[in-house]
């Protein structure tokens, strides 16, 4: 069966970097789209942008342009991304999401990592 | 980008009533690629409907997706215990992804 599965929670301080990895397994890791998704407490989903595992190109939300790197490594199966000059604001769950076989739509999602920006 | 506002922002109902939601596209979604998706309180979102209106494996038939163009609406035909949720749109149409601010169906 399809998993995903995240690195643990993170804190980090104002300016620095958090870098979340999404372990999958359970199908072909270069055969579909992973996307991160993010979500502040209390507050609604935001898109952050997606992967293609097998080329590695990358579309990223306007908002995070110059700030999120999206990698993977297809030799373990893994996707990561890393967000740079970390504000409070950036204090969220981050989640990792893989489209479905039949849609584009994001079926599968990792447990979520929570990374917290604190001084 | 395509923004989407969903509305109302809070829906309060009783079991076995009917639950209609709304999401607004401020430009046409392409090919209807448009998915509804359920969240609970400390789980990630949940896949309901992908493409407007085909339910993904799994979902009871209480739930049904329709709308094309700008104008969507997801409705849950006799809401139970359990589909008591956040519940959010988002559009797969454009390069760039979003998703509407959420819809709070929450106990009467």
């Known amino acids: 069966q399809v998993q995903l599965v995240q690195s643990g929670a993170e804190v980090k301080k104002p300016g620095a970097s958090v870098k979340v990895s999404c372990k999958t397994s359970?199908?072909?890791?270069?055969?579909?789209?992973m996307h991160w998704v993010r979500q502040a407490p209390g507050q609604g989903v935001e898109w952050m942008g997606w992967?293609?595992?097998?080329?590695?190109?990358?579309n990223y939300a306007r908002k995070f342009r110059g700030r999120v790197t999206m990698t993977r490594d297809t030799s373990i199966t893994t996707a990561y991304m890393e967000l740079s000059r970390l504000t409070f604001d950036d204090t969220a769950v981050y989640y990792c999401a893989r489209e479905g076989d039949k849609t584009p739509a994001m079926l599968y999602w990792g447990q979520g990592t929570l990374a917290t920006v604190s001084s | 980008e395509i923004v989407l506002t969903q509305s109302p922002g809070t829906l309060s109902l009783s079991p076995g009533d009917r639950a209609t939601l709304s999401c607004r596209a401020s430009q046409t979604v392409s090919n209807n690629y448009l998915a509804w998706y359920q969240q609970k309180p400390g789980q990630a979102p949940s896949l309901l409907i992908s493409g407007a209106s085909s339910r993904a494996t799994g979902i009871p038939d209480r739930f049904s997706g329709s709308g094309s163009g700008t104008d969507f609406t997801l409705t849950i035909s006799r809401l139970e215990p359990e589909d008591f949720a956040m519940y959010f749109c988002?559009?797969?149409?454009?390069?760039?992804?979003?998703f509407g601010q959420g819809t709070k169906v929450e106990i009467k």
């Open positions: 359970g199908y072909t890791f270069t055969g579909y789209f």
């Open positions: 988002q559009q797969y149409g454009s390069s760039l992804w979003t």
């Open positions: 992967i293609n595992p097998k080329s590695g190109d990358t």
